[in-house]
């Protein structure tokens, strides 16, 4: 029998899970990767005149825009918002609008071009994560700025328009509707509890049950949520209590720690089912309000591409998963 499940925090969003069918990993298609030319790959070393000016690089030696780093960060070439001009808000009725100001950025991961994300060493996923927290906080200073997402795209399935190993940062001048959703399910739940965090609540009943536990550390738990939107979705939530991403930048070992357990999330998802296009995503407090949001806790959400949303899905904003959340994360310990 199907279920309608609701998710932990967001309100309105409801998934359907549908296990109609036994699904095995094999069962899903995963298209073929394209890996593009490294010859041609703008984000190869040796190919710096290829992109934008860089932004901030990680080298030992060698001058700006030239080899010899392992991190690099440039502007978009074809960004979505754009560095300059105001905001200049307007609404007219029913007619709201504002300038397309904001910033988006390509994080180069790695000078390999054909490393999967699992193959990264420890080191190069610490310095991943020092590069997103340093431009999230050199883009807080720019008051314009409400919101600031860091997010990855693998296969084209999942909007990569290249194979090299990369991330991306959009900051817009709004915050987001998912974003708005998880804050008032957040608040609501800690007014209504007198000071508790749904997070934290979650992390504990989750860790109780045992059964949508994919893996766990001394300071982060990977979970299938309960109301899975796709097979193999994964969260990493923080064990310990903050709604600010950045600040696990105060203690290095944190760092270390939280690139490992990506590390591991990643891998097990490639092996259960292989090259499988997916996002990550990290969602944390928005930026340059006045609000705390000490009701909120920040966590990076994986969703693996593995169906695609269609009439049902675009009608009502409901999802339809055909696995078990629960089988999911069996599959996933298991690897």
Known sequence: MPEIRKDYVIESQWVVISPERNLRPSDFKVPKVDKNNAEQCPFCPGHEFMTPPEILAYRKDGEKNSGGWWIRVIPNKYPALRIEGDVN??????FRKMNGVGAHEVIIETPEHYLKPYELSDYQMHEII??????????????RFKYILI?????????????????????????????????????????NTAGRCIYDEIISMEKEKGERVVAESTNFITICPYASRFPFEMWLLPKFHDSRFEKISLN?????????????????LFAAVPDVPFNYYIHTSPVNT?????????????????????????????????MPPEKAAEILREK
């Open 89 to 94: 808000y307007k609404e007219n009725k029913v």
């Open 130 to 143: 020092h590069a997103y927290i340093d431009r999230f906080v050199d883009l807080t200073n720019d008051k």
């Open 151 to 191: 997010f990855k795209n693998y296969g084209k399935d999942a909007g990569a328009s290249l194979t090299h190993p990369h991330s991306q940062l959009i900051a817009t001048p709004m915050i987001p509707r998912i974003i708005s959703d998880e804050l008032y399910g957040a608040k609501k739940y800690y007014i």
């Open 252 to 268: 290095d070992d944190l760092v270390w720690e939280f690139g490992r357990v990506l590390k591991d999330a990643l891998r097990r």
């Open 290 to 322: 006045k609000n705390e949001y000490r009701y909120y806790h920040w966590h990076l959400e994986i969703m693996p591409r593995l169906s695609k949303p269609a009439g049902f899905e675009w009608g009502t904003g409901f999802y339809i998963n055909p």
